[in-house]
T-cell receptor, first 110, second 115 residues
Framework: GQNIDQPTEMTATEGAIVQINCTYQ??????LFWYQQHAGEAPTFLSY????GLEEKGRFSSFLSRSKGYSYLLLKELQMKDSASYLC???????????FGTGTQLKVEL | DTAVSQTPKYLVTQMGNDKSIKCEQN?????MYWYKQDSKKFLKIMFS???????INETVPNRFSPKSPDKAHLNLHINSLELGDSAVYFC??????????????FGPGTRLTVL
Protein backbone atom coordinates (compact mmCIF):
# COMPACT_ATOMS: atom_id res chain seq x y z
CA GLY A 1 0.00 0.00 0.00
CA GLN A 2 0.95 3.64 0.06
CA ASN A 3 1.30 6.08 2.90
CA ILE A 4 1.57 9.85 2.45
CA ASP A 5 1.98 12.22 5.39
CA GLN A 6 1.66 16.01 5.51
CA PRO A 7 1.06 18.40 8.40
CA THR A 8 -2.63 19.17 8.78
CA GLU A 9 -2.33 22.92 9.27
CA MET A 10 0.29 25.67 9.05
CA THR A 11 0.16 29.40 9.67
CA ALA A 12 2.58 31.95 8.22
CA THR A 13 2.91 35.71 7.84
CA GLU A 14 2.42 37.69 4.66
CA GLY A 15 5.77 38.27 2.94
CA ALA A 16 7.45 35.35 4.71
CA ILE A 17 8.64 31.96 3.45
CA VAL A 18 6.92 28.69 4.35
CA GLN A 19 7.95 25.08 3.74
CA ILE A 20 5.33 22.35 3.57
CA ASN A 21 6.73 18.85 3.99
CA CYS A 22 5.49 15.58 2.59
CA THR A 23 6.80 12.10 3.35
CA TYR A 24 5.71 9.03 1.50
CA GLN A 25 6.14 5.28 1.37
CA UNK A 26 5.35 3.59 -1.90
CA UNK A 27 6.52 0.92 -4.32
CA UNK A 28 7.11 1.76 -7.94
CA UNK A 29 7.52 5.52 -7.34
CA UNK A 30 7.04 7.41 -10.59
CA UNK A 31 6.69 11.08 -9.72
CA LEU A 32 5.40 13.48 -7.09
CA PHE A 33 2.95 16.32 -7.67
CA TRP A 34 1.89 19.32 -5.62
CA TYR A 35 -1.57 20.81 -6.06
CA GLN A 36 -3.18 23.90 -4.58
CA GLN A 37 -6.86 23.88 -3.63
CA HIS A 38 -8.75 26.97 -2.50
CA ALA A 39 -11.89 26.42 -0.45
CA GLY A 40 -14.80 25.36 -2.64
CA GLU A 41 -12.65 25.12 -5.76
CA ALA A 42 -10.87 22.46 -7.82
CA PRO A 43 -7.25 21.42 -7.16
CA THR A 44 -4.83 23.15 -9.54
CA PHE A 45 -1.42 21.81 -10.54
CA LEU A 46 1.62 23.54 -9.00
CA SER A 47 4.68 21.39 -9.54
CA TYR A 48 6.10 18.02 -10.50
CA UNK A 49 9.28 16.20 -9.41
CA UNK A 50 10.47 12.82 -10.60
CA UNK A 51 14.25 13.22 -10.13
CA UNK A 52 16.02 14.31 -6.95
CA GLY A 53 16.53 18.00 -6.53
CA LEU A 54 14.79 21.33 -6.63
CA GLU A 55 12.32 22.56 -9.25
CA GLU A 56 11.66 26.30 -9.19
CA LYS A 57 8.62 28.04 -10.66
CA GLY A 58 8.38 31.68 -9.68
CA ARG A 59 7.52 32.05 -5.99
CA PHE A 60 6.98 28.29 -5.66
CA SER A 61 9.69 25.61 -5.52
CA SER A 62 9.46 21.89 -4.90
CA PHE A 63 12.15 19.50 -3.72
CA LEU A 64 12.38 15.72 -3.91
CA SER A 65 14.61 13.13 -2.27
CA ARG A 66 13.63 9.69 -3.52
CA SER A 67 15.98 7.84 -1.17
CA LYS A 68 14.36 9.53 1.84
CA GLY A 69 10.80 9.40 0.50
CA TYR A 70 10.57 13.13 1.13
CA SER A 71 9.41 16.24 -0.67
CA TYR A 72 8.72 19.83 0.28
CA LEU A 73 6.93 22.74 -1.29
CA LEU A 74 8.52 26.12 -0.64
CA LEU A 75 6.42 29.25 -0.97
CA LYS A 76 8.25 32.58 -0.97
CA GLU A 77 6.97 36.15 -0.52
CA LEU A 78 3.69 34.84 0.83
CA GLN A 79 0.52 36.63 -0.19
CA MET A 80 -2.91 36.46 1.38
CA LYS A 81 -4.19 34.65 -1.72
CA ASP A 82 -1.81 31.77 -0.94
CA SER A 83 -4.14 30.75 1.89
CA ALA A 84 -5.33 27.37 0.63
CA SER A 85 -4.90 23.63 1.04
CA TYR A 86 -1.73 22.15 -0.49
CA LEU A 87 -1.97 18.54 -1.61
CA CYS A 88 0.98 16.22 -2.09
CA UNK A 89 0.29 13.36 -4.54
CA UNK A 90 2.45 10.39 -5.47
CA UNK A 91 2.28 8.53 -8.77
CA UNK A 92 3.33 4.90 -8.78
CA UNK A 93 3.45 2.15 -11.35
CA UNK A 94 3.36 2.59 -15.11
CA UNK A 95 0.02 4.36 -15.30
CA UNK A 96 -1.05 7.78 -14.10
CA UNK A 97 -2.76 6.85 -10.83
CA UNK A 98 -2.22 9.49 -8.13
CA UNK A 99 -2.50 8.85 -4.42
CA PHE A 100 -3.11 12.08 -2.52
CA GLY A 101 -2.10 13.05 0.99
CA THR A 102 -4.70 14.59 3.26
CA GLY A 103 -3.50 18.09 2.42
CA THR A 104 -1.96 20.92 4.46
CA GLN A 105 -4.24 23.86 5.19
CA LEU A 106 -2.07 27.00 5.01
CA LYS A 107 -3.31 30.22 6.57
CA VAL A 108 -1.47 33.43 5.67
CA GLU A 109 -1.89 36.22 8.18
CA LEU A 110 -1.03 39.91 8.13
CA ASP B 1 -12.64 28.18 -22.85
CA THR B 2 -10.52 25.05 -22.79
CA ALA B 3 -11.31 23.21 -19.61
CA VAL B 4 -12.82 20.29 -17.76
CA SER B 5 -16.50 20.92 -17.07
CA GLN B 6 -18.97 19.05 -14.87
CA THR B 7 -22.72 19.16 -14.47
CA PRO B 8 -24.48 19.69 -12.19
CA LYS B 9 -22.44 21.79 -9.76
CA TYR B 10 -24.78 20.97 -6.89
CA LEU B 11 -26.98 17.90 -6.46
CA VAL B 12 -29.32 17.39 -3.52
CA THR B 13 -31.31 14.17 -3.47
CA GLN B 14 -33.00 11.61 -1.25
CA MET B 15 -31.55 8.29 -0.12
CA GLY B 16 -32.34 5.48 -2.51
CA ASN B 17 -32.48 7.66 -5.62
CA ASP B 18 -30.35 7.15 -8.74
CA LYS B 19 -28.39 10.11 -10.12
CA SER B 20 -25.79 10.89 -12.77
CA ILE B 21 -22.96 13.41 -12.98
CA LYS B 22 -21.55 14.38 -16.37
CA CYS B 23 -18.01 15.42 -17.27
CA GLU B 24 -16.56 16.78 -20.48
CA GLN B 25 -13.06 17.94 -21.38
CA ASN B 26 -12.03 19.85 -24.49
CA UNK B 27 -8.30 19.64 -23.80
CA UNK B 28 -7.79 16.74 -26.21
CA UNK B 29 -6.65 14.48 -23.37
CA UNK B 30 -6.74 10.69 -23.62
CA UNK B 31 -7.31 9.90 -19.95
CA MET B 32 -10.13 10.91 -17.61
CA TYR B 33 -10.73 10.28 -13.91
CA TRP B 34 -13.34 10.42 -11.17
CA TYR B 35 -12.30 11.38 -7.63
CA LYS B 36 -14.29 11.61 -4.40
CA GLN B 37 -13.38 14.27 -1.81
CA ASP B 38 -14.96 13.62 1.57
CA SER B 39 -15.81 16.02 4.39
CA LYS B 40 -12.23 15.80 5.68
CA LYS B 41 -10.99 16.97 2.26
CA PHE B 42 -9.34 13.64 1.47
CA LEU B 43 -9.19 13.23 -2.32
CA LYS B 44 -9.39 9.62 -3.48
CA ILE B 45 -9.33 8.13 -6.98
CA MET B 46 -12.38 6.08 -7.97
CA PHE B 47 -12.07 5.33 -11.68
CA SER B 48 -9.95 6.16 -14.71
CA UNK B 49 -10.57 5.67 -18.43
CA UNK B 50 -8.04 5.88 -21.24
CA UNK B 51 -9.56 6.26 -24.69
CA UNK B 52 -12.89 4.84 -23.44
CA UNK B 53 -11.20 1.84 -21.78
CA UNK B 54 -11.42 1.38 -17.99
CA UNK B 55 -7.88 1.30 -16.57
CA ILE B 56 -8.33 2.12 -12.86
CA ASN B 57 -11.16 0.73 -10.78
CA GLU B 58 -10.58 1.24 -7.08
CA THR B 59 -12.53 -0.43 -4.31
CA VAL B 60 -15.77 1.36 -5.01
CA PRO B 61 -19.28 -0.07 -4.40
CA ASN B 62 -20.79 -1.41 -7.60
CA ARG B 63 -23.59 1.11 -7.16
CA PHE B 64 -21.15 3.45 -8.88
CA SER B 65 -20.85 2.90 -12.63
CA PRO B 66 -18.71 5.07 -14.88
CA LYS B 67 -19.45 5.36 -18.60
CA SER B 68 -17.24 6.86 -21.29
CA PRO B 69 -19.09 7.33 -24.61
CA ASP B 70 -15.96 8.89 -26.14
CA LYS B 71 -12.59 10.05 -24.87
CA ALA B 72 -13.87 13.58 -24.19
CA HIS B 73 -16.66 12.45 -21.87
CA LEU B 74 -16.77 10.45 -18.65
CA ASN B 75 -20.05 10.20 -16.77
CA LEU B 76 -20.70 8.75 -13.33
CA HIS B 77 -23.97 7.04 -12.48
CA ILE B 78 -24.82 6.24 -8.87
CA ASN B 79 -27.63 3.84 -7.95
CA SER B 80 -29.45 3.61 -4.63
CA LEU B 81 -27.75 6.63 -3.09
CA GLU B 82 -26.69 6.39 0.56
CA LEU B 83 -25.94 9.06 3.15
CA GLY B 84 -22.22 8.19 2.97
CA ASP B 85 -22.15 9.10 -0.71
CA SER B 86 -22.40 12.78 0.24
CA ALA B 87 -19.13 14.35 -0.93
CA VAL B 88 -17.65 16.49 -3.67
CA TYR B 89 -16.97 14.50 -6.84
CA PHE B 90 -14.22 15.80 -9.11
CA CYS B 91 -13.63 14.83 -12.70
CA UNK B 92 -10.11 15.23 -14.09
CA UNK B 93 -8.24 14.62 -17.32
CA UNK B 94 -4.61 14.26 -18.36
CA UNK B 95 -2.61 13.90 -21.55
CA UNK B 96 -0.84 10.68 -22.43
CA UNK B 97 2.25 10.11 -20.31
CA UNK B 98 4.46 10.17 -23.38
CA UNK B 99 3.34 13.70 -24.25
CA UNK B 100 4.00 15.34 -20.92
CA UNK B 101 4.61 14.76 -17.25
CA UNK B 102 0.96 13.73 -17.10
CA UNK B 103 -0.39 16.35 -14.72
CA UNK B 104 -4.12 16.09 -14.14
CA UNK B 105 -6.53 18.97 -14.74
CA PHE B 106 -9.57 19.03 -12.50
CA GLY B 107 -13.14 20.07 -13.15
CA PRO B 108 -14.97 22.43 -10.74
CA GLY B 109 -16.53 19.58 -8.77
CA THR B 110 -20.07 18.41 -8.07
CA ARG B 111 -21.25 18.73 -4.48
CA LEU B 112 -23.60 15.80 -3.82
CA THR B 113 -25.78 15.89 -0.72
CA VAL B 114 -27.86 12.83 0.12
CA LEU B 115 -30.69 13.47 2.60
Amino acid sequence: GQNIDQPTEMTATEGAIVQINCTYQTSGFNGLFWYQQHAGEAPTFLSYNVLDGLEEKGRFSSFLSRSKGYSYLLLKELQMKDSASYLCAVRSGGGNKLTFGTGTQLKVEL
Amino acid sequence: DTAVSQTPKYLVTQMGNDKSIKCEQNLGHDTMYWYKQDSKKFLKIMFSYNNKELIINETVPNRFSPKSPDKAHLNLHINSLELGDSAVYFCASSPSRGDSQGEQFFGPGTRLTVL
